[in-house]
């Protein structure tokens, strides 16, 4: 079974530039998840989506940050304009949605703003 | 509020020595789940178990073992008999069925030959 899939790996931008991530999630996970780590710390929660729609976005800096994600399948993250706080790594995580089990990780995408 | 402390930052052993991890938890819901993650250097998180609040029988898989603990709510992870592939970050996360979880802030684990 292939896992998530994210991309780019890296990615290094200037501040007020723009920059967008990639999930693909296990097949057939209902539930995906965007993650912050910032250097040194755990991830934080960006947003979680079940299928289609938004379950929780509140920690989402919705000034500078959106998120989609199409056809219950495929997600985007975007930063608009990045700031240097932004430097981390993104993580996307996707589980199922009938029972609860782990959340299953991707690679990451790690962001260098400069 | 829920929260997940972790306070040991670094932990440095060398091979064959056992080490334990400590995880101390804060929620105020009565059905949860906890969770332990490794997080080598390419930077993938790797799952390695999942408890629910209603079982708190100690688990053994191979050199790992957990220890969960209600009545101080804690979730310890031991590695016994060190190997220099477990030199890692280590997380202990918590969360509820169908949420994001709550992580720690990590125990990085260096294991010297």
């Known amino acids: 079974e292939a896992g998530v899939a994210q991309s ?3 990615k290094i931008i200037e501040k007020r530039q723009s920059v967008a991530f990639w999930c693909n999630p296990i097949s057939g996970h209902a539930t995906l998840y965007w993650y912050q780590q910032i250097l040194g710390q755990g991830p934080k929660l960006l947003i979680q989506f079940q299928n289609n729609g938004v379950v929780d976005d509140s920690q989402l800096p919705k000034d500078r940050f959106s998120a989609e994600r199409l056809k219950g399948v495929d997600s985007t993250l975007k930063i608009q304009p990045a700031k240097l706080e932004d430097s981390a790594v ?9 029972a609860y089990n782990e959340q299953f990780f991707g690679p990451g ?3 260098t703003v400069l | 509020a829920q929260k997940v402390t972790q306070a040991q930052t670094e932990i440095s052993v060398v091979e064959k020595e056992d080490v334990t991890l400590d995880c101390v938890y804060e929620t105020r819901d009565t059905t949860y789940y906890l969770f332990w993650y ?3 250097p390419s930077g993938e998180l790797v799952f390695l178990i999942r408890r629910n609040s209603f079982d708190e029988q100690n688990e053994i898989s191979g050199r790992y073992s957990w220890n969960f603990q209600k009545s ?10 060190s190997q220099v592939v477990d030199s890692a970050v280590y997380f202990c996360a918590l969360g509820q069925a169908g949420t994001a979880l709550i992580f720690g802030k990590g125990t990085t684990l260096s294991v010297s030959s």
């Open chain 2, 38 to 40: 490794k997080q080598p």
């Open chain 2, 72 to 81: 101080t709510s804690s979730f310890n992870f031991t590695i016994t008999a």
């Open chain 1, 90 to 98: 993104y993580l996307c995580a996707s589980s199922p949605l009938a």
């Open chain 1, 109 to 111: 995408t790690r962001l």
């Open chain 1, 8 to 10: 780019p790996r890296y």
